[in-house]
């Protein structure tokens, strides 16, 4: 019994180990951009020794790949959330505002790393996967609102845009705005010539 403890607190150790890393992964990309990530420098902003990163990822790209997924895939699951308490009322498009106003402000390093992670998705096939749950989850929540694909597409489309142009000002869209644009973009009457 004692070795089953002793392997499932390792077990543990290495799995937050494994998370630090992947949070420090974020931060360097954010920071630095992709370029700027190397095991050595991920180590050290998380804190570990220098051999840390190299030990839990077998290359950069798996490194890369582990930050992609975390970040799309949390985001994606607060996504999911509100897509499922949506229901296609006006609550759900203030959620969804709420939750755009908070990824970009005030501070928004972390959407800057998942823009820079993301080209990184366009770049290699192999990262893709992370992305595709991710739109997957938009799509999801804008066919809570409207059922026509081209739709749903456009506002996959425009939802990461919006995202994109807000970290281009240095004054991003309040939730108020948000939530006026997320009812145009999926007015159940919107024109769709």
């Known amino acids: 019994m004692a070795h089953d403890v002793t392997t ?11 998370q630090e890393l ?9 920071r630095q951009g992709v370029s700027g990530v190397s095991h050595r420098t991920v180590a050290r902003e998380a804190g570990l020794p220098a051999t ?6 077998q290359g950069i790209d798996d490194l890369l790949t582990a930050a992609l997924s975390t970040c799309m895939d949390e985001d994606a699951d607060r996504l999911r959330v509100i897509a499922a308490n949506a229901d296609g009322t006006e609550a759900g498009l203030r959620a969804l505002a709420e939750l755009m106003g908070e990824i970009v402000t005030p501070h ?6 998942e823009y820079e992670l993301y080209l ?3 770049r290699s096939p ?3 996967e992370p992305t595709r749950r991710w739109r997957d989850a938009l799509a ?6 409207v059922d026509d694909p081209v739709r749903v597409q456009v506002f996959v489309g425009a939802f990461d845009g919006l995202l994109l142009q807000a970290l281009l ?16 973009l999926l007015a159940p009457n919107a024109d769709t010539r």
């Open 126 to 128: 192999a990262l893709r």
């Open 22 to 30: 992947i949070d420090a992964t974020v931060r360097v990309v954010a």
């Open 108 to 113: 928004p390093s972390r959407l800057l790393a």
């Open 140 to 145: 999801a929540f804008a066919r809570c609102y």
């Open 52 to 57: 840390a990163a190299a030990y839990y990822f």
């Open 169 to 184: 000002t240095d004054e991003p869209p309040t939730v108020d705005e948000f939530e006026a644009m997320l009812r145009d």
């Open 120 to 122: 990184l998705a366009a």
């Open 8 to 18: 499932d607190g390792r077990r543990l150790k290495g799995e937050r180990r494994r």
